[in-house]
């Protein structure tokens, strides 16, 4: 029998990729600072939730390339295509005359190296590959003994601080923001029973989480896990995992059934993957069909914006669902 999905953690993801969406979205700097303080984090900690490794690992590693790499090269090279046929001429990268070569050489790198690759077509998609490789890894630490566990988690920590140090590049498949994530990956798995189990929150506990977290991000300012920028290490971490938790406990509380929010989070890949694409969508409504200039700096419209990205995505959403699920990492329904 099929173990039914928890509807708490896919409204996390769908409120989580809405955050995203508006994080590429508005220019507000305090909206901003708070979004990054958490909105990574938690997907690295969801997906941490469900790591699951029954079965040897070479089985385990198929497991993970259809579920991550097959929709990583899916969604580069479609976004690839799009890039040269259209972002280049009405899209964030009109005018800047990109290098096709190095963009092509990013798909495969999956992040800029300066000189040798660029991701112009679609930067959000390191996610797929950071958490492709933090799976990979939970595997094996998975195995060590708890205090092992938690020594690793350490020396990975302070590896990514050594060699931020040391080199001024970005490492192929973000491996330096790997080293980070991987503690919000395994901190979700080793504490899932009690995430999943929780109920009966209370309000102070919940506020103070909120408090907690929108202070932390006002004092260590915008950071970004794509950049492997932190602030200082101790605040981002505060930060992370008190937005992270007061939003998993807060739908836990108080959003108990919603069925968009739910589906939306069932396909926050294909979101993430194309949700930029619906912002040159409205470029071109906006500018070629309305001849209006689009709102700067209004976080009314901004919010607006991003569902409108969100809902723009539907339409592929169903068609890839019912003919290519094998291309998001989807078996054919039953």
């Known amino acids: 029998m099929e173990k039914k999905r928890d509807v708490t953690i896919d409204i996390a993801k769908g409120i989580g990729i809405y955050l995203v969406c508006l994080g590429h979205t508005t220019s507000n700097e305090v909206v901003l600072k708070w979004l990054y303080s958490f909105h990574m984090p938690l997907f690295f900690f969801l997906s941490g939730i469900f790591h699951s490794q029954t079965e040897k690992y070479l089985e385990f590693f198929k497991k993970k390339v259809r579920a991550l790499l097959v929709p ?29 070569k190095e963009n092509f050489i990013g798909i495969f790198i999956g992040t800029e190296i300066k000189n040798f690759s660029r991701v112009s077509w679609g930067g959000q998609l390191w996610f797929l590959l950071a958490l ?99 602030g200082n290490l101790i605040l981002f971490f505060i930060g992370a995992y008190s937005g992270s938790l007061f939003l998993i406990f807060f739908i836990k509380k108080f959003i108990l059934n919603n069925k968009f929010l739910e589906y939306i989070g069932k396909n926050s890949l294909v979101i993430l993957a194309y949700h930029k694409r619906g912002i040159t969508i409205i470029k071109v409504v906006f500018i070629y069909i309305l001849k209006m200039s689009i709102p700067e700096g209004n976080t009314i419209f901004d919010l607006i914006f991003s569902l409108i990205e969100i809902l723009l995505c539907i339409p592929i959403i169903v068609v890839l669902n019912k003919y290519f699920p094998f291309f998001i990492g989807k078996g054919k329904k039953k």
């Open 72 to 100: 990583y090269l899916f969604f580069a090279t479609t976004l690839f295509i799009f890039f040269l046929l259209v972002s280049k001429k009405i899209g964030f990268s009109a005018g800047e005359n990109l290098p096709v």
């Open 132 to 230: 492709f490789l933090v799976a990979n890894i939970m595997y094996f630490v998975k195995k060590l003994s708890l205090k092992t566990q938690i020594l690793v988690n350490v020396l990975m920590i302070l590896t990514n601080i050594y060699l931020s140090k040391k080199i001024d590049f970005y490492l192929p498949w973000c491996f330096l923001t790997v080293l980070m994530a991987f503690n919000f990956y395994w901190f979700g798995n080793y504490f899932r029973n009690d995430i999943l189990n929780r109920k009966n929150i209370s309000n102070l506990v919940l506020l103070g989480l909120l408090i907690i977290n929108l202070i932390i991000s006002h004092l260590n300012g915008k950071v970004d896990m794509w950049s492997n920028s932190y």
